[in-house]
């Protein structure tokens, strides 16, 4: 009878466990749920419309025409030059011209770069035509002085540049130089000069061992709309240069300007090299300029590297830059002198547009300070 009891309660005990298990609260009584459902994606914004216009290139610059720059730009011209021209006016204006004095005005020729031959010969023909004219009024002074600086300049030289196709091939123009002259720069100011006076330029860039040139002759290009031929960094510059020329005869451009890398005179193998540059180029088309880049800063050092840029290149021109800086000017007479290389252009500051064709008259009298 006890054991049944006893069974009994256990039973009991058993029933109100289960019964008080699944009375708490939180327990699920159903199947275990599955996952969560995904969230919906965000729908995806409408793809943009295209716009009406693609966004336009700068129009290429109208540079102003290069006819009569050095006349607008003759105040750029050093102040050095025009103290020399002072000088030589007082110490012709004196009463009494002697000994002393010619020697003066022919140191101070000297010390402005144009040369102890050149100054001679200036000194000589006035000293002929003070005593035969008897000139000594300021204007009758500056006009004997005019007259023999523009003898010595050359007004009758030819200065044009041969920048017009013959048939079916262009002007081709090599400018060479030795770094730091504003060769390159150069390159991008003649482009402008050519397409102010209404040419169409293509630039080549093969000066390929300065890294910089060929995206600064790019920047050139892009300002004036002209195509710029470039290659690697440190490709052949003769290549380069006649891929240039190629391109030039393709797009039946009326010139050519390659930029060349900076050379010194006095490395027989960089010269040499140059000299194949040109070589190369007259295999497609004949050059028709050689324009060397003197810094007029540098007197009478320019002579020699132009001497040297002769032999191996033939210089048809000299372009002196600078000489809005410290330069006395004289340069131009002495280059004339002992190369028989005409000067063309002349650079009178750092702006886009301050190359001009070379003009004696305007150089003298602004020299003269007219």
Do not use: Y
Request: glycine share 10%; net charge negative.
């Amino acid at each position: 009878m006890e054991f049944v009891v006893l069974v009994a309660v256990i039973v009991a005990i058993a029933v109100v466990a289960a019964v008080v298990l699944l009375a708490r609260p939180g327990r699920r009584t159903g199947p275990p749920a599955g996952p969560p459902p995904a969230k919906p994606r965000p729908a995806e914004p409408p793809p943009a419309a295209p716009t009406e216009q693609a966004e336009q290139a700068p129009a290429p610059e109208v540079p102003p025409p290069s006819a009569g720059r050095i006349v607008r730009l003759r105040g750029r011209l050093a102040s050095s030059q025009n103290a020399v021209g002072r000088s030589l006016l007082a110490l012709l204006s004196r009463e009494t011209l002697d000994e002393d004095a010619w020697e003066e005005i022919e140191d101070t020729l000297i010390t402005a770069d144009v040369g102890v031959a050149s100054s001679r010969d200036i000194v000589e023909e006035l000293r002929t035509k003070v005593r035969v004219e008897g000139a000594r009024t300021q204007d009758e002074v500056r006009a004997l002085l005019r007259s023999g600086l523009l003898a010595q300049i050359g007004s009758d030289v030819d200065r044009s540049l041969r920048t017009l196709p013959h048939g079916d091939r262009p002007a081709v123009m090599l400018v060479v130089g030795v770094n730091g002259t504003g060769k390159t720069t150069t390159c991008g100011k003649l482009g402008r000069v050519l397409a102010a006076d209404g040419r169409s330029v293509l630039l080549g860039a093969a000066d390929t061992f300065r890294a910089a040139a060929a995206d600064q002759l790019q920047t050139w290009g892009e300002r004036v709309g002209a195509e710029v031929v470039r290659g690697r960094e440190g490709a052949d510059p003769a290549s380069v240069a006649f891929e240039a020329v190629r391109a030039g005869v393709e797009r039946r451009v009326d010139t050519v300007i390659v930029d060349t890398a900076g050379r010194l005179h006095t490395k027989a193998g960089l010269m040499d090299e140059l000299g194949k540059v040109k070589r190369v180029v007259e295999k497609h088309a004949s050059v028709d300029e050689v324009l060397l880049v003197l810094d007029a800063t540098t007197g009478q050092n320019g002579l020699q590297q132009a001497r040297v840029f002769t032999e191996v290149v033939n210089v048809t021109g000299i372009v002196l830059t600078k000489l809005d800086g410290t330069a006395k000017g004289g340069i131009v007479i002495a280059v004339q002198r002992d190369l028989g290389v005409p000067v063309k252009l002349v650079g009178l500051g750092e702006g886009p547009d301050d190359l001009a064709p070379f003009e004696p008259d305007a150089f003298v009298d602004a020299i003269l300070g007219e």
